[in-house]
Structures are given as structure tokens and as C-alpha cells.
């Protein structure tokens, strides 16, 4: 091969670098201030011992086969139906990312006559899906419920003939705040529609035993609820709950989930445990809030910024290089922090997600506040 085959390659990374947008693999430093682990669950003893013991019985580590075939494995069903009762769903399907459900379904269930009505600001892995999928899509602003339902309306005077679907997020990734989940499923229900809610970030944290925001809605045979398993819930995969038709479809038609290798059983025996953890100890979700709290008085106090509600708390700083200065020096400093910079997030507010979980403690979230001003001050526009 040429050189000037990889040189093109090369010319993109180089322009990436002049904007602050490289990207690269930063191992582990410094106390988490980054990481999805709100719960303290992916290194609990009780989730590592139910994992041992799921060995301990001859629980493998690899499905060997897709889900159709014979990588079907009974620790995915009891997963799927513990889920199902947990979540008071009618049908869970259990997949290897939450990428590859947001892919899945989107690419999978809406049909060819019908619209997606998506918040701008939900995950990269919904548009992927969407993009693979035959529906016509559209954008609108972040939790405007004038503007869905406004979308929706020119769809139908436009011809439109199939159902809407009404796409979210129910605690935004990199914002921190919730969607309007009770306007939106009044919005779907009224335009005869499907509301779809990502609840990743909340799964575990919030709602009755940890379901999550959407607790309560998710008995409706026109909602859709994504859980993932790698945040709160410290394993991995995610859980799709939805109606037995619509599961019954996605194990028929969605090609990642008939053509890939099932997720681990090991791992569907860990994300059990989990949710029994997320039930039995409330004492987590409690000590978090009192995390939240504390970070964002601290917040208010010492940089003047408005809290999320949430336990990610942004520090938008809009500037790509300044981002990175301060991610370097609160990492310098012991703080593993993270800039976020687009095309993650829109342009011109590259930022510092600040997530907080129960691996930190308030003396050090003081510390890293601290430190934090101290940096913002110094690296001043």
C-alpha cells in the first residue's frame, strides 16, 4: 500500500489535533471524577462474589453462539424474566452494549411509513441506529415538547401515514438534566405514537427501588425503556424493556442481535445480582444524593455555576484547548476528570463532566472543587 494511502488518514487526525479534538486512550489516575460507576458497583465484594459463584456453578464465561443458535443460555432468560419483574415490564431483551440496543431498535422497529422525532441531544448511538434505519427522522431542540409535537403535526399535514416516535434521553449524558418524561408520553399518546426513553444515567439512581425516571410508564404498550448495565449497575450490556410484540419483532428482524454472539452469561449473572443490589440497598441511593448535594453547593459556592439536579455536573467552559489544560491539571493534581469537546457535545461548549459516585468522599470533592477554581482562574479566557 502507498503512502498516500494512510497519508489522508493522517491529514484528518492532524486537523482534529489543530482543533483540541484529538482524541486518545488515557489510562486510569487519580480518584474517579469521570467514570459512570455512581453506585460503587462495579467493585462491590457482594457483585464480585455472586460472579465467583456463578463460576463456582459452571456458569460460562462466553455464549459460544448468538442468541438463535446456541448461545441462548438459561442465565440470559432468567435475566431477561428477573428484569421483566423488576422493571414491571411486559418483555426485556438483554444486549451486549447499550449501543447495540439503541442500534437495534431504531434501526429495527420504526417502519418505513412512520417518523422519528429525536432530542438533538440524545446519544450517538440512537442516530447510528436511525441512520441504518428506513423511517424519515428529525431533529429538535433539546426538551422543546413545542417542537416535537410541532414536527409531528407538519409530518401529518406533510402526508404522513404511519406513528411517530418520540426519541429521548431521561437524564442527558452530558448535561445532567432530565427530559419532560410525563409531557412526552402525553405527547406520543395523543399523536397515537411510541415514546422511546434512554434511561442510562438514571438506571439505579432514581425512581422506586432504582427503576429509574421512567417507573411507572413502562407498563404502557407504547413505551420503550432502555436500561444500560454498565453504569450504576456495574456490569455490562443493557436491557431493553417493551412490549412482547415488539420483542418478538426485534428477535426476528434486528440484524446485531440475530447476528451477534450473545452476551455473556456470566455477565447476565452478574447484571441479576445488580438489580438486586439497586433494590436491597437504598442506603447507596441515598448516600449519592447526599454527593450530589454537597458537590453542588460547592459548585455554586466557589464557581457560581447552576448544578445540574443530577450527579453529573457539567462545568461548561466552551473553549476545546482550555478544556483540555484543566482536565491535565486536575489530573496532575490527583483529580481523574475528563474534558468533553465536540463533536460529543455541540460547539462552543466543550466542558468538564464532573460525575460523582460512590467511589469519592466530600473531603475530596472539596479538594477537586478547589483545585478546580484554582485552574479556571488561571487558565482565564
Not at 173 to 196: C, K, T, Y
Not at 248 to 260: C, G, K, Q, T, W
Not at 271 to 294: K, W
Request: negative net charge; charged residues 20%; aromatic residues 6%.
Amino acid at each position: 500500500m502507498s503512502s498516500t494511502a494512510v497519508a489522508r488518514y493522517q491529514a484528518t487526525l492532524s486537523g482534529l489535533e489543530r482543533r483540541s479534538r484529538m482524541r486518545a486512550l488515557v489510562p486510569q489516575h487519580g480518584i474517579d471524577f469521570t467514570s459512570n460507576d455512581y453506585l460503587g458497583l462495579a467493585n462491590a465484594p457482594r457483585l464480585k462474589a455472586a460472579i465467583a459463584a456463578a463460576i463456582d456453578r459452571g456458569v460460562p464465561a462466553g455464549a459460544g453462539g448468538s442468541r438463535l443458535l446456541r448461545g441462548n443460555h438459561p442465565e440470559h432468560e432468567a435475566l431477561e424474566a428477573e428484569a421483566a419483574a423488576f422493571f414491571e415490564v411486559e418483555r426485556v431483551l438483554y444486549f451486549g452494549s447499550g449501543f447495540a440496543a439503541n442500534v437495534a431498535l431504531f434501526s429495527t422497529l420504526p417502519q418505513r411509513d412512520d417518523l422519528i422525532v429525536y432530542d438533538a441531544l440524545i446519544h450517538a448511538s440512537a442516530h447510528d441506529g436511525i441512520a441504518a434505519g428506513k423511517a424519515e427522522a428529525v431533529a429538535v431542540p433539546h426538551n422543546e415538547i413545542e417542537a416535537f409535537d410541532q414536527a409531528i403535526r407538519r409530518w401529518r399535514a406533510n402526508g404522513g401515514k404511519g406513528h411517530p416516535w418520540i426519541a429521548a434521553e431521561s437524564l442527558y449524558s452530558m448535561g445532567g438534566d432530565q427530559a419532560p418524561i410525563l409531557e412526552l408520553a402525553d405527547l406520543a399518546n395523543r399523536h397515537d405514537g411510541f415514546l422511546v426513553l434512554d434511561e442510562a444515567h438514571a438506571t439505579g439512581v432514581f425512581g422506586p427501588d432504582g427503576r429509574g425516571l421512567a417507573a411507572g410508564l413502562e407498563n404502557r404498550d407504547n413505551v420503550l425503556v432502555l436500561h444500560t448495565c454498565g453504569k450504576a449497575l456495574g456490569v455490562s450490556g443493557a436491557l431493553l424493556g417493551l412490549p412482547a410484540t415488539l420483542a418478538d419483532f426485534l428477535v426476528n428482524r434486528a440484524r446485531n442481535f440475530i447476528y451477534s454472539t450473545a452476551p455473556s452469561p456470566l455477565m447476565a449473572a452478574g447484571v441479576g445480582e445488580a438489580l438486586r443490589m439497586v433494590a436491597e440497598e437504598p442506603e447507596r441511593r441515598i448516600r449519592l444524593q447526599s454527593l450530589t448535594d454537597f458537590a453542588a453547593g460547592h459548585l455554586r459556592l466557589l464557581l457560581g455555576i447552576t448544578p445540574s439536579g443530577s450527579q453529573i455536573l457539567p462545568v461548561v467552559l466552551g473553549d476545546n484547548a482550555r478544556s483540555l489544560r484543566i482536565a491535565d491539571e486536575l489530573r496532575a493534581a490527583g483529580f481523574d476528570v475528563r474534558a468533553i469537546r465536540p463533536p460529543t457535545v455541540p460547539d462552543g461548549t466543550a466542558r468538564l463532566r464532573i460525575s460523582i459516585t460512590l467511589n469519592v468522599d466530600e473531603e475530596q470533592i472539596a479538594d477537586m472543587i478547589e483545585c478546580l477554581a484554582i485552574a479556571m482562574d488561571e487558565h482565564t479566557p
